[in-house]
C-alpha cells in the first residue's frame, strides 16, 4: 500500500460522476412529482437540488462503494446509485445542523433557513421571515431524510439485497440523529470535557461518515464478519480523525476553501476535542478568555485570532494534530488485518488520507 492517489479515489471508476447522474436523476423525478402536487412546491425542490448537487465530497458514497468493492460486491450503477442515498442523509443532517448552529452559510452560500427567510422578505409575506425560514429548514431536512429511504430502495438492487444493509441503515440514522442532541446537550449544559467532545463527534459525525457507510457497503455485498470486523476497526478511528480535521478547519480554516466564515466554531461556541484539550491544558485565566469568547455572537476578526492564538499556545492545536496522526495509522493497520480486493484495499488507504489532509 502507499499513501499517495494520483487519481482521487472518489473519481476512480468514475464514481463521482456515477453518484452525481444517479442523484440527478432521483431528483429530477422528485421535482416533477412535487410540481404536480403544487407550484409552490418548486422552490423547495430547487432548494433541494442546489444542496445535494451544488457541492459535497461524496465520501460517504465512496467509503460504501469501496467497501463493497473490497467485499467483493460486482459494480453496478444500481449499487452506486443506492449508495448514493447517504448524500440524502448528509444533506438533511447539514440543514438541521445549520439550522441549529445559526449558521448563516454553508459552502459559501445561504444556509437553507437562512435562503427561505430570505424568499419570505422578498415576497413580503406575512408573519416572521426568521420562523418561515426555520420552519422551511426543518421540513426539507425531514424530507431529504426521507428520500434517502427512497432511493436505497428505489435504485434497482433486488429486495433480498437491500434488506442485508436496511438494519445498518436505520442504525446510522439513529446514530447520527442521537448525535445531533448530544451536541445540543453538550452546549446547554456547558460540558467541557475531552470525553463528551469525543462521544458527541463519534455519534454526530464520524460512525455515519466513515463506519456506517462502509458496513453499508458489506452488507450489500454479503460479506463475511471478519470483513464487518476489520472496516469497524478501520471506520471508527477514521471517522473520529474526520471530525477531529472538521473540528480544527472550524477554527483555522480558510473561509475561501471551508464556505464558513473564519472561526466559525467559535461563535458557535462548539464543545470540540480541540477545545475541550485547551480548556483542559489552560490556567485559570486563560479559560475565563477562551469561554468568555466562545460562542459570543459579537465576536469579531480580532476575537477570532486572540482565540486562536490562546488554543494554539495551550498545545491543543498540536495535541489535535497528533490525535489525527495516530487514529488515521491505527486506522490504516486494521486494514491488513483482512483480506480485500487490491484496488480497493488502495483506494480505502487513499481515502484515509484524504479524509484527514484536507483543507476544506
Given at each position: 500500500m502507499t499513501h499517495a492517489a494520483p487519481v482521487s479515489p472518489v473519481d476512480r471508476a468514475g464514481l463521482r460522476q456515477?453518484?452525481?447522474?444517479?442523484?440527478?436523476?432521483?431528483?429530477?423525478?422528485?421535482?416533477?412529482?412535487?410540481?404536480?402536487?403544487d407550484d409552490g412546491l418548486l422552490p423547495v425542490a430547487e432548494a433541494i437540488e442546489a444542496f445535494v448537487l451544488g457541492g459535497g465530497k461524496r465520501l460517504r458514497p465512496a467509503f460504501g462503494y469501496w467497501g463493497y468493492r473490497g467485499a467483493g460486491g460486482i459494480d453496478s450503477d444500481q449499487v452506486v446509485a443506492t449508495l448514493a442515498a447517504l448524500e440524502f442523509v448528509q444533506a438533511s443532517a447539514l440543514i438541521h445542523d445549520d439550522l441549529m448552529d445559526r449558521s448563516d452559510t454553508r459552502r459559501g452560500e445561504p444556509a437553507v433557513h437562512r435562503r427561505f427567510a430570505a424568499r419570505h422578505r422578498a415576497a413580503r409575506w406575512g408573519g416572521d421571515a426568521d420562523a418561515f425560514g426555520?420552519?422551511?429548514?426543518?421540513?426539507?431536512?425531514?424530507?431529504?431524510?426521507?428520500?434517502s429511504d427512497e432511493l436505497l430502495h428505489s435504485a434497482g438492487l433486488a429486495p433480498a439485497t437491500v434488506a442485508r444493509a436496511r438494519p445498518v441503515f436505520d442504525e446510522m440514522r439513529t446514530e447520527v440523529t442521537v448525535g445531533q442532541y448530544l451536541d445540543v446537550l453538550t452546549q446547554a449544559t456547558g460540558d467541557t470535557s475531552v470525553e463528551r467532545a469525543g462521544k458527541v463527534a463519534r455519534y454526530k459525525s464520524a460512525k455515519y461518515t466513515v463506519e456506517r457507510p462502509l458496513l453499508l457497503g458489506a452488507a450489500l455485498a454479503g460479506a463475511p464478519a471478519e470483513v464487518h470486523a476489520a472496516y469497524s476497526a478501520y471506520g471508527l478511528p477514521l471517522g473520529e480523525a474526520f471530525q477531529l480535521r472538521d473540528d480544527v478547519l472550524g477554527v483555522f480554516g480558510d473561509p475561501e476553501r471551508t464556505g464558513k466564515p473564519a472561526g466559525d466554531d467559535l461563535r458557535e461556541g462548539k464543545r470540540t476535542y480541540l477545545v475541550a484539550a485547551a480548556l483542559e491544558a489552560l490556567d485559570p485565566a486563560g479559560r475565563e478568555l477562551l469561554l468568555g469568547g466562545l460562542g459570543a455572537a459579537d465576536l469579531d476578526a480580532a476575537g477570532v485570532t486572540r482565540l486562536r492564538e490562546l488554543i494554539t499556545a495551550s498545545g491543543a492545536l498540536a495535541r489535535t494534530e497528533r490525535r489525527i496522526a495516530t487514529l488515521t495509522e491505527g486506522a490504516l493497520a486494521a486494514l491488513t488485518a483482512v483480506d480485500l480486493d487490491t484496488e480497493a484495499r488502495q483506494a480505502l488507504v487513499d481515502l484515509a488520507i484524504a479524509a484527514t489532509r484536507r483543507a476544506d
Open positions: 456515477r453518484i452525481d447522474k444517479a442523484l440527478t436523476e432521483f431528483l429530477a423525478g422528485q421535482r416533477a412529482r412535487l410540481a404536480a402536487v426555520d420552519a422551511s429548514a426543518i421540513l426539507l431536512g425531514d424530507l431529504c431524510l426521507v428520500w
